[in-house]
T-cell receptor, first 112, second 114 residues
């Protein structure tokens, strides 16, 4: 059973579109991470949030702990936003003691 | 500050050969993680160190994988002998303290076993 589900798995959009990526999880957590992974493997931490909403530039992340759901939004999307976006949380069956359990990621392509 | 350094960047080996990966975490980060990411999947934790001690290695295939962090700084992950299914990106991450704070990932080592 997957503890974390992301949707969509793949998303292709035009430059300028508003993008939403969803993450649902089935276990109780205290915080959730949104990560960005570019081709070649490097992972960058975008947000860690435990409630409400956080904004950084064109990126917005929201979470509802009670409903076990989080969303990542990208406003005015740009081709450089093309990457895999992954949600992750502490623990879970894949995370061990303090490691993160990751979703499978959403592969986003923004076309010019 | 410098990020998490990993080497090599890419490695291609034949099955049954041995391979080692190196990670240098951010200075002062006590916690170090090795993750395995198979193509199309999210990363999976292999081992977690707190300083030079192992906190969790429950998902490390100990018959072929080993890892050490002798002085509580750099870490090496070794596979001996490699299998085809070990082809993956091996990611190292570090954090200042245990828990969900301040994770920083390296760029990873892409291993191809042929």
């Amino acid at each position: 059973k997957n503890e974390v589900e992301q949707s969509p798995q793949n998303l292709t959009a035009q430059e300028g579109e508003f993008i939403t990526i969803n993450c649902s999880y089935s276990v109780g957590i205290s915080a959730l991470h949104w990560l960005q992974q570019h081709p070649g493997g490097g992972i960058v931490s975008l947000f860690m949030l435990s409630s409400g909403k956080k904004k950084h530039g064109r990126l917005i992340a929201t979470i509802n702990i009670q409903e076990k759901h989080s969303s990542l939004h990208i406003t005015a999307s740009h081709p450089r936003d093309s990457a895999v976006y992954i949600c992750a949380f502490l623990g879970g069956s894949g995370g061990g003691a303090d490691g993160l359990t990751f979703g499978k990621g959403t592969h986003l392509i923004i076309q010019p | 500050e410098a990020g998490v350094a990993q080497s090599p960047r890419y490695k291609i080996i034949e099955k049954r050969q041995s391979v080692a990966f190196w990670c240098n975490p951010i200075s002062g980060h006590a916690t170090l993680y090795w993750y395995q990411q198979i193509l199309g999947q999210g990363p999976k934790l292999l081992i977690q160190f707190q300083n030079n001690g192992v906190v969790d290695d429950s998902q490390l295939p100990k018959d072929r994988f080993s890892a050490e962090r002798l002085k509580g700084v750099d870490s090496t992950l070794k596979i001996q002998p490699a299998k085809l299914e070990d082809s993956a990106v091996y990611l190292c991450a570090s954090s200042l303290v245990r828990g969900p704070y301040g994770y920083t990932f390296g760029s990873g080592t892409r291993l191809t076993v042929v």
